[in-house]
């Protein structure tokens, strides 16, 4: 179970904004998402899913909602707003330049 | 887009400050939701119920961490900090009730006094006109050497018209009141105006039923048509629906109604016979003239116009001024003038713009001293809360905190003070407009609104701020070991916070004595005003217009023959001592002139003609207003149509046309070429009366006896001098011309002293008003003064001890108390004085006789300022004479 400082500084709010541009979805199905489609490797823990979906939502990237889900019970669903679908392409564009540097670097050490 | 996010932000930390509760709720309900989720994947997994709960509630962690950390991310902070000060504040205040209650009574005297102030202001100044861009609108009249503002003449209006390319529509009007009669009920006089077409369309409102006159209704024989305010159409006609077209009987001559107008129409004003503006004429008749269309003498109608989209009024003064010189050229009559062309606005608001100003400005002083003394106040507790501020500064409260936290009881109390001072301006301003003098120009117009509220709160708020600031920086500098250490005796003012509060209360005297020298100036301009010799005696009459229409009394014999019947009857009755009708009545805004008459033996300089006021007065008119006979005869018997031709002049028209001479027995003409019967003769020299009382020097003028008038002078007022209470004659007046003429209407019955008084209304009002804020503002000096000196004498109460131990007499201490604060007065009238040297020049033209620098009025306040300061600080330097000897000894 991997710790929030373990994810680099604003990466879990790239992956809650990635997973939920599909659709809106409650926060334990973000969790179970984010899990399911890293294969296990990346685990969200409660304690920094909630604070950051909340952080989202008072910045205007996503807006909550109430409505049934599938399981019959009222559950708070998180769904992207147009402002929060810019900030994802952005922070996407951001996420690349920086993984392909850092895999530049890598490959670099490497041939060394 | 981006707004879009904002907005969502902004809904978002609404929700999170008012919706607190339900937020709570629904975040326990979201994490629950997540562990029973949690569970039922669990249980799945092959765990048994209780378990299953464990483990889930263990991966969420610590639930109230969470919920904590998610409340962070609503940042709402802040403003939680300012609602615990708030809260904090409402305590401090509760605990010190009299002092908040000083300090937001005065602020809400001050504030509430700016706001009904700046309500007049908004309504008069700062609203446009009620007409459609009503920028545009200029007037036009003439100028001359001898005459600034001058009305047109009709001719010259016509060539004005045709050729000027400046207006989009120019248009004239003139006061000329009818008679309505016929309807059913009793002829009532109509407030009305004749003009031309276009009129409306130059203030762009249009008739609700009907029509505008057009060009043909300007011809004579046309002009029988009318247009009726809605007032009249509602009370005389019942809002009748065939109104158009119906015949209505104007000075008993037949009338067609064109169209009727909408209400509300505000009559843009007129300043011969002038008419005040507002909603306050009743009917509009076509301008209809013939004649010599070379007579450019007569100057009786005003000009105003709707300027093209783009066009200034200078550049429309110039193209007039262009127009005027072809026109001298062509007429005699027109050399000499040039335009006077002022925007709409200016000309209705001009009048008063500058009291206006100086009231707001002494208010704004009352303001100013007002937070100085809150400040003052403030001052002097923060001294004393120093131990409490030590305290929570050692606890850790950061500087900035206790900043705001300060400031945060003061906004407390500016926001308290502007709340009371907003009720205050509601109530004050009723009695403002009340009191307001007679023709204020849109009075109407005058609002507490949304804009006058929002003023109130910014004051209030820029108030808190302002008297807050210092206090606030001055306690945060509080060293807390220094404030614990003194805290045991009772913590005592530094040095500097001392001086600052002593510089507070110099600068509170000085403002104070700068109001005082202005509601004293306008006090001694005011007495002025009142002892100058009015020229006549307003007691005891009762004055009444008559208006005779053209229809039944066709020339100026059947109208002399009227008169003379109706004075006679009027002087029959019980309590009359003379009675008299002349064309007007002194200090009525009458100006007629009559320029170009010949006077035998004397020629005119170039371009400055003979003028003078022209009047009409039957034989006891004189007597009956009260203006006394300087040299001659009063008119009488002799003054008969055939007999030879006789007039009164003025003084100053004695002085001015024949210096040093006799003038009993000299002769004027009108006519060019006169004949031996078209010379008047003076017979009498009477006072003079000003136009207004606060007028430099009265004008020339001269009276033709009723009798000989040269035209008929339809209009006359009545002047009836009783030995008793004149209003009880008012219906005895009625009567006698209800007995001559059942169709007349006898209107604007009034007294002459309450006429007189009128004219003292705009310096009273504004004396009025300034003397008010004036001593408001020497009752926040004196608080302030007595603020300082109180808390200095509690501080130095041991030291009195000593002082009487070491054989000091109650005398030497109540004299050094006395002085401390006489001295810090005197520093304060010296600076207070000196400022209304330097900027007393903004009242002098609202002066009479008197000047800001006026030796007298300075001395008195000065005097005044000093007298206070004494009395503020008697009740603490008598505390001071009661210091106990045994105490001071005993606390070493």
Redesign the interface.
Known sequence: MSKPSDLIQGTLDLLILKTIALGPM???AIAKRIQLVSKEVLQV???AL??AL??L?????V?GE?RE?E?G????FYSL???GR?QLDKELEQWQRLSSAVVLVINAAQEA | METGRWWDVLRMRFRSLAKRQRLERELDKELRYHIERQTEENIAAGMNAREAREAAARILGGVSQIEEECRDMRQTQYIDNFLQDLRYAVRMLGRGPAFAMVIVLTLALSIGANSAIFSVIDGVLLKPLPYPQAERIARVFYRSKAYPKFPVNPWDFLDFRARNRSFENFAMYTHADVQLSGTGSDPVKLSAFRISSGYFRVLGVQPARGREFDFSEERPGNGNVVILSDRVWRNQFGAAADILGRKVLLDSQPYTVAGVMPPGVDHPGNSYNSVAYGDTVDAWTPFTFDGNPNNRGAHYVEGIGRLRPGVTAEQAAADFNGIMTELASQHEGDKGWTIYMVPLFQEIVGPVHKMLLVLLGAVGLVLLIACVNAANLLLARAAARQKEIAVRAALGAGRGRLVRQMLAECLLISVLGGALGALLAIGGLRVLVYFLPPGFPRTDAIHVNGFVFAFTALVAVATGLFFGLVPAVQASQTDPQQGLRDGGRGSSESGRQTKLRAALVVGEVGLACLLLVGAGVLLRSFVNLLKTDPGFQPEHVLTAEIALPDATYKDKTAVADFYTRMLTNLSALPGTRSVGAGTDLPWTGYDENLGGFTIEGKTPPPNDEFHARYHTASPDYFRAVGIPLVWGRFFDERDKKDSQRTMIINDVMARRYWPGEDVIGKRITFDDKPKESDWFTVVGVVGDVKDKPESAGAEPAFWWPLMQQPFAFRSMTIALRANTDPTLLAESVRNVVRELDPSLAVAHVRLMDKIADENFSTPRFALFLVGLFAGLALVLAAIGIYGVISYSVSQRMHEFGMRVALGASSWNLLSMVMRQGVLLAAIGVVIGIGCALMFGGVLDSLLYGVSTRDPLTLVGVGAMAIATATLACLPSARRATGANPMTSLRAD
């Open positions: 409650h926060g334990w823990t409660q304690g909630y604070p909340h952080r939502e008072q910045q205007g990237w807006r109430w889900s399981s019970r009222e559950a708070k707003t147009k402002a810019v």
